[in-house]
């Protein structure tokens, strides 16, 4: 081969792995191993004292893991990878190395429903404050930035679909700031958006989506970018300063631009333990092999089962960016130009009691919470992931009464037409 970088089809299938060096396993293994020996007494000291690289105990590194670290960071174009046991404990632990009791984060309205439980709730126990910013109006985020800002955070396609992120207008503003900008790209994916291309720090992911691919495991990852300098910035302490559990060692030092996937690893995996089982990395490393594939196929899905919709005479609206005409369309075409991803909403025009309807008596689809299967999903929120918000509060998170939320799958569309067409005349 010449120094050419491999193409992205070939990274989903070769990057990280080789054939296994003592059986010859093509496939990589499942180390299904708690734990690790030691050559002798000094290597197992150099490993504790960060000196150098091994496996001590599943819970900080696995092989198995490791090939599909090093495949997520050779598709995002970043310099290394954490992965953890779910989307959420991927953001969780970002924000463990960048928030100090009593800091803020500025964080987009249009986001995961869970992430906004997540940031609203459970995070104000460590003091860590979100603020909200307007997805669409980058100048929002800019006017909330105070001496306590230590991150900015959004989806490159946003919940609950169908928008689309400016996320160089967003860097911009963070650059300007030197505030790292994270950005969760799970509904993208890298097949279809690289967010660092675009100026972000740090990318996260739920694996549980469209990488795993099959519904099938739970499963998330952190990305360095290897673009934030914090050496020397008092701001961010986990990786600026002295770590006294590592004898005064400072990570931006030792590790230089994957100073802060290190961090993730020997700070936040370490010390509060969302390990991913190596079971569930042979499972979502087996989905990237075909990402290119299932994404390009989520997409066209999509695209048609959109553009049906968008016809159809008890549909009073769709929003899907791949739509023409559709507000994000412009967005779509500048970030996303492969597809405009395969999670979207509809609004029907009779209103709950329809969308109530629609759930129950669609047959290919499934009902439940999820997205990115190769089965086609829906789901009405108003009635289930956001029935506790007041009247008002849902229709802002995107959720009101007539609204359904549907992740197209791998099935073909003519199927998957003739079930929405029965369900919505039913
Ligand atoms: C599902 C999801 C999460 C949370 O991931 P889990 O794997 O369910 O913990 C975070 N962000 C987005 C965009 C998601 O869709």
Redesign the pocket.
């Known amino acids: 081969m010449t120094d050419r970088l491999p193409g992205f089809n070939t990274l989903a299938i070769h990057a990280g792995a080789a054939p296994d060096k003592s059986t010859g396993a093509r496939a990589t293994p499942i180390y299904q191993t708690a734990s690790f020996v030691f050559d002798d007494v000094d290597h197992a000291a150099s490993l504790f004292g960060l000196q150098a690289f091994g496996n001590i105990y599943s819970r900080i590194t696995n092989p198995t893991n490791a090939v599909l670290e090093e495949r997520i960071a050779a598709l995002e174009g970043g310099t290394a990878a954490v992965a953890v046991a779910?989307?959420?404990?991927a953001?969780f632990l970002t924000m463990n190395a960048l928030m100090q009791p009593g800091d803020e984060f500025i964080a987009a309205d249009k986001?995961?429903g869970?992430?906004i439980n997540q940031f609203n709730h459970a995070y104000r126990n460590f003091g860590w404050n979100v603020v909200w910013a307007e997805t669409d109006d980058p100048s929002s985020f800019e006017r909330a930035i105070t001496p306590r800002t230590k991150a900015i955070f959004c989806?490159s396609i946003a919940?609950p679909g169908g928008v689309i992120t400016d996320i160089a207008a967003l860097s911009a503003i963070a650059k300007r700031h030197n505030i790292p900008l994270v950005v969760?790209n799970?509904?993208a994916t890298p097949y279809l958006i690289r967010p660092f291309e675009h100026g972000a720090d740090i990318v996260v992911h739920?694996?549980?989506?469209f990488l795993g691919g099959h519904g099938n495991s739970?499963?998330?990852l952190v990305v360095d970018g290897g673009t934030f300098n914090w050496a020397g910035d008092d701001r961010y302490p986990a990786l600026s300063q002295p770590r006294p559990e590592y004898a005064g060692m400072v990570l931006s030092e030792n590790f230089g631009n994957f100073a802060f996937a290190i961090a993730i690893r020997v700070l936040g995996l370490r010390d509060l333990g969302p390990a991913l089982a190596p079971f569930n990395a042979f499972l979502i490393l087996n989905g990237i092999e075909t990402l290119p594939l299932r994404m390009q196929r989520h997409c066209d899905n999509a695209l048609a089962i959109a553009t049906h919709l968008s016809g159809h005479a008890a549909v009073d609206w769709v929003s899907y960016p791949g739509l023409e005409g559709d507000p994000y369309h412009a967005l779509a075409r500048r970030y996303a130009p492969l597809g405009s991803g395969a999670v979207f909403t509809v609004g029907l025009k009779g209103g709950y009691a329809a969308g109530v309807k629609l759930v129950s008596n669609l047959q290919l689809f499934s009902h439940l919470a999820n997205?990115g299967d190769t089965r086609s999903l829906v789901i009405h929120p108003a009635s289930t992931t956001h029935r506790q918000l007041t009247d008002p509060q849902k229709i802002s998170a995107g959720a009101g009464p007539e609204v359904v939320r549907l992740s197209i799958g791998l099935e073909d569309p003519a199927d998957l037409i003739e079930d929405l067409d029965a369900a919505l005349s039913a």
Request: glycine share 18%; net charge negative.
């Open positions: 779910s989307g959420h404990a953001e986001l995961y869970g992430s989806e919940n969760d799970t509904m739920s694996a549980t989506k739970i499963g998330g997205i």
